[in-house]
């Protein structure tokens, strides 16, 4: 069997309408499955209750600005190094919610709690270094029909290199339907448009995926909702 036929064979079968549980996605080959969060910031002094959650009219424009530079946001292109890194079970502590996967979702939009995109792509990095050890990466691209930038478009990858890998999911944004994957085929990290990431592995290394990747994992069912 060819490196990718067991990605092919399932998107020639696959429901094309059907984008909301991981069954419709990600091939059965796999026992666990784990929702990849990024790492989350927060400004600890940040005035929660003050910022204005609509943005509709000159007061409420003005009231957002001069709170963004009073922390030093408004336009800053380094402002991660503002915040301090949170878990998202403290984050649900200091908001008084249930702790759960989607609670970045479920408070109020501000920028006092940010996505830390940096910080996310090192440890992402780091972590797939320590789970691939001695393994040979697979890069698979389902949707690169999507990608505008070249008539013929590469879709898959044989023995990628970290650095390709992480130029190419920048270029994508994290956003293309895309498999990586050891040639062993025992565990698959996979993006998606509109959808989080995923880590998928086999039972025996069920205990390593926990261990190597430093970003906080939520454990799914293959036939959940997303």
Same mark, same amino acid.
Request: aromatic share 14%; with cysteine; charged share 30%.
């Given at each position: ?26 091939? %059965?080959?796999? /026992? ?6 990024? /790492?989350?910031?927060? #400004? ?20 957002? #600005?001069?709170?963004?530079?009073? !922390?030093?946001? !408004? =336009?800053?292109?380094?402002?991660? =190094?503002? @915040?301090?890194?949170? =878990? +998202? &079970? ?6 008084? +919610?249930? @702790?759960?996967?989607?609670?970045? @979702? ?12 940096? &910080? =996310? ?5 780091? &972590? #797939?270094?320590?789970? $691939? ?6 890069? !698979? ?7 505008? !930038? ?6 898959? @990858? ?12 920048? $270029?994508? $944004?994290? %956003? ?9 085929? /025992? ?7 509109? +959808? ?10 069920? %205990?390593? #995926?926990?261990?190597?990747? &430093? ?5 799914? %069912?293959? /036939?959940?909702?997303?």
């Amino acid at each position: 069997m060819e490196v990718f036929d067991w990605i092919k064979q399932f998107y020639k079968t696959r429901d094309q309408n059907s984008w909301t549980k991981i069954e419709d996605f990600i091939p %059965d080959v796999f /026992d666990c499955y784990f929702e990849l969060h990024w /790492d989350i910031g927060i #400004i600890d002094d940040f005035p929660f209750d003050e910022f204005p959650e609509k943005n509709e009219t000159i007061e409420e424009t003005n009231a957002r #600005i001069k709170i963004e530079k009073k !922390f030093n946001l !408004f =336009s800053n292109q380094r402002k991660e =190094s503002l @915040y301090r890194q949170i =878990s +998202l &079970s403290e984050l649900a502590e200091r908001f008084n +919610l249930p @702790y759960s996967r989607k609670i970045i @979702y479920q408070i109020k939009d501000t920028p006092g709690v940010s996505i830390l995109e940096k &910080s =996310s792509n090192l440890n992402l990095k780091e &972590s #797939i270094e320590r789970l $691939s050890k001695g393994q040979n990466l697979n890069l !698979f691209v389902e949707d690169i029909s999507r990608w505008p !930038f070249d008539e013929n478009p590469k879709q898959e @990858y044989k023995n990628i290199s970290l650095e390709e890998y992480f130029k190419l999911q920048n $270029s994508f $944004s994290f %956003d293309f339907g895309t498999f990586l994957f050891p040639t062993s085929i /025992d565990w698959c990290i996979t993006t998606a448009e509109d +959808l989080p990431m995923f880590v998928a592995c086999k039972n025996e290394i069920t %205990d390593k #995926i926990k261990k190597e990747i &430093s970003l906080e994992l939520f454990q799914m %069912d293959r /036939d959940q909702e997303i």
